[in-house]
């Protein structure tokens, strides 16, 4: 598999990625030159550097599902290759009302915090138990929603 080195700052909604290269090197010479123009201290500790494989084939994708209720309490989590058919986002609602939502990773806090924000982002679109929610659609609701909203205000 041929590698790619991530530099990416921030954390949760305030994470991004920054730069992409093609050796350790190139990304930590990069990320030097950005500590150095800082001009907080957070900022420079926010830079890391991931190491990313690139075309990984579905059928090794790692898929963490995240059982959450209204309230934002992780009921469980697990994880599961190639999960739901690779598919990853909404998946269902479960029995008692909870969400279930999978995200391509195997860092289970991660998905728990990805999760999380889409739980408040249905619930800002009166969307929490809709029957018409479907894997392909969360992303169409959630923003046909806010534009609804904007255009009645």
């Known amino acids: 598999m041929t590698k790619v ?14 730069a ?15 500590i150095k123009f800082s001009t907080d201290m957070l900022s420079r500790d926010n830079y890391n550097i991931e190491v990313w494989e690139i075309d990984l084939p579905k059928e090794s994708w790692i898929v963490t599902n995240v059982r959450m209720d209204k309230e934002g309490n992780t009921k469980d989590t697990w994880m599961e290759e190639n999960g739901a058919n690779g598919e990853m986002g909404f998946q269902t609602w479960d029995s008692e009302g909870n969400l279930v939502w ?4 195997t860092d289970k806090i991660r998905a728990v915090k990805v999760t999380n924000e889409k739980r ?7 969307l929490w138990l809709s029957k018409d929610l479907y894997r392909k659609d969360v992303g169409a609701l959630i923003n046909t929603s806010h534009e609804a909203e904007a255009k009645t205000e």
């Open 5 to 18: 080195y991530v530099v990416t700052s921030g954390e949760y909604s305030d994470y991004g990625i920054t």
């Open 20 to 34: 992409i290269f093609s050796t350790n090197e190139k990304a930590e010479a990069f990320m030097t030159e950005q």
């Open 120 to 126: 408040v982002q249905l619930i800002t679109n009166n």
């Open 102 to 105: 999978g995200v391509v990773t």
